[in-house]
Nanobody
Framework: EVRLVESGGGLVQAGGSLRLSCAAS????????IAWFRQAPGKEREGVSS????????YYADSVKGRFTISSDNAKNTVYLQMNNLKPDDTAMYYC????????????????????WGKGTLVTVSS
């Protein structure tokens, strides 16, 4: 079983940056695809970015392309989401999720079937 813990959320002004971390325990990330999702109050959950650990392929939602960067530190069993030029519309609870490869639940498919989920970290962007 993979246990995921997100961290790095907080309050930031528009235009600022945050780096979210997703640390895995209980099992290595090897053989998994990792994705970040977010859910704003009153809105549906949406996929933000994903990375395939086996070949490093990444995917970004159009709304964050050019501003967010996903990366993986294999030695630390951690996946990061660097978020720059944050906007008030980025305000949401951000969740990390893992899915055994081959995964069809990550970007661009974003099917509702990720195997493991963290509890989320809150990002608030003030205008």
């Amino acid at each position: 079983e993979v246990r995921l813990v997100e961290s790095g959320g907080g309050l930031v002004q528009a235009g600022g940056s945050l780096r979210l971390s997703c640390a895995a325990s209980g099992s290595s990330f090897d053989g998994y695809a990792i994705a970040w999702f977010r859910q704003a109050p009153g809105k549906e959950r949406e996929g933000v970015s994903s990375i395939r650990r086996n070949d490093g392929r990444t995917y970004y939602a159009d709304s964050v392309k050019g501003r967010f960067t996903i990366s993986s530190d294999n030695a630390k069993n951690t996946v990061y989401l660097q978020m720059n030029n944050l906007k008030p519309d980025d305000t949401a609870m951000y969740y990390c999720a893992a899915d055994r490869e081959p995964s069809t639940n990550i970007g661009p498919f974003w099917a509702d079937g990720m195997e493991y989920w963290g509890k989320g970290t809150l990002v608030t962007v003030s205008s």
